[in-house]
């Protein structure tokens, strides 16, 4: 990181109280998105809706993740707004839930407009305790230090004078002016919910429905990123949900040492400059006017995404069986912006991040389901060493050595394994 400039704060968090606040938040933490599109060209917008809503059965209740995941379908000024309910962050789970709405979606004829919006709501319904105000200062100092290049890394326009839909659907001109270094973070709520320049919920960061008790410690924890433009990609919409993930661990960790800064003053003109030629509302219909980004501006921006990417690449290595950061670094090398310019449509931008970060499917015949049991059950215990007990496998299973090295390896990579030697036989570690 260029310039880890860090305000110095008596609040720090103790590494055994970060390493408690990063595991809790990891499991309450859902991560619940709104995806806007428009109908057809010529389609009537309520038997649109209605026949979406139909397709995608939604639930009603946040308490009932139904068939594919969706609260509801609600009328948008730009056509539909479809409120997809937060669930655990596991990407093939929310891999699959993308590929069923996106396809529902594509079947309909849906389509994308500048006016249609993509949020993404970080809710913590499960939890009971106040989060410290300083992990939400970093979270906050964080975004608006790499605000633009989140900007780039989330743009889905058509055209390089169109990368991104106009400013005043999720301003920064608000954002840019308010320091946790300087103001509380319920101050700073305050001045976004009394200003007359940006209307609250229209923040680049919403903090809208966040709450702070009297010692100034946040609950309810509710954050909103509004600045991603609407999509159609199951791989880059599940990427981006542990994008927002990670960066709130991340926030954590820097709570340890004090608040992040946005930089020096030089940089920090700097990345206001490429806001403003990325998010404005100078462009026609409801774009920004891009027409400032050259090719230049463009590897300027891919290197500050590289760079954001590489301080929170050791927080992805918490998940497992995870490509979301591989996903990322390809859309910071070309975000689905500059696909779309290039002529790609939106299957053709799915299959190549598809493509790119395939999942390996571990496919197990009946022997591997009855080693697998074996080793659940714990069947062949009292063994001396792993030596012995793979032999013994072997001889259960009619299987060579080599043949039986090859299945174990297999089910180290699904459930991983180790040698128990209290037991005398192989357990699994997850």
């Known amino acids: ?15 055994t ?16 998105t709104e995806i806007e599109v428009a109908p057809p060209k010529g389609a009537h917008h309520a038997a649109f809706a209605a026949s979406v809503s139909q397709a995608l059965q939604p639930s009603g209740s946040l308490m009932r993740l139904g068939a594919n995941g969706v609260l509801d379908v609600q009328k948008e000024h730009c056509g539909i707004e479809i409120r997809i309910i937060g669930r655990y962050p596991h990407y093939r789970a929310l891999w699959q839930q993308y590929s069923q709405i996106v396809a529902v979606l594509h079947s309909h004829g849906s389509r994308v407009r500048p006016t249609c919006g993509l949020h993404y709501h970080l809710l913590t319904p499960d939890l009971s305790e106040p989060v410290p105000e300083i992990i939400l200062a970093n ?29 005043n659907y999720t301003s920064h001109l608000e954002m840019v002016k308010h320091s946790p270094g300087s103001l509380s973070m319920a101050q700073i709520q305050q001045k976004l919910r009394s200003s007359q320049i940006v209307p609250e919920h229209q923040n680049f960061f919403n903090l809208e429905h ?17 600045f991603p433009d609407a999509e159609m990609c199951p791989t880059s919409l599940t990427a981006k949900t542990f994008l927002f993930l990670v960066m709130l661990l991340k926030a954590v960790d ?38 400032a980004v050259t090719n230049e501006i463009i590897e300027e921006l891919r290197q500050g995404a590289y760079e954001l990417l590489d301080l929170l690449a050791p927080t992805f290595d918490r998940f497992e069986d995870n490509p979301a950061l591989d996903v990322l670094l390809l859309l910071a090398e070309q975000p689905i912006s500059l696909r779309r310019c290039a002529g790609y449509d939106w299957l053709q931008i799915e299959r190549q991040l598809r493509e790119c970060v395939a999942l390996d499917e ?3 015949d009946k022997t591997d389901q009855q080693l697998m049991r074996w080793i659940e059950l714990a069947e062949w215990t009292g063994e001396q060493n792993a030596e012995s007990w793979q032999w013994h496998a072997a001889h259960e299973l009619f299987l060579t050595p080599q043949d039986l090295e090859r299945r174990l390896a297999k089910l180290e990579k699904l459930r991983g394994l180790r040698w128990d030697g209290r037991l005398g036989t192989m357990v699994f570690t997850k």
């Open 17 to 32: 109280d970060a390493g408690y606040w990063k595991d809790l938040l990891y499991r309450t933490v859902k991560i619940g």
């Open 362 to 364: 571990v496919g197990l």
């Open 210 to 226: 966040v709450g702070f008790t009297e010692s100034g410690a946040v609950l309810p924890f509710h954050l909103e990123y509004r």
């Open 139 to 167: 979270l906050w100092n964080l975004t608006r230090r790499y605000a633009p290049e989140l900007r780039f890394l989330t743009s889905a326009g058509e055209s390089r004078e169109a990368l991104c839909r106009r400013r």
């Open 254 to 291: 820097l709570s340890q040492y004090g608040v992040i800064h946005v930089g020096k003053v030089k940089p920090w003109r700097r990345k206001i400059e490429l806001l403003d030629m990325l998010s404005n509302n100078e462009g026609n219909l409801a774009t920004s006017n891009t027409t």
């Open 1 to 15: 990181m260029k310039d880890p400039i860090i305000f110095g704060r008596q609040d720090v968090l103790t590494p």
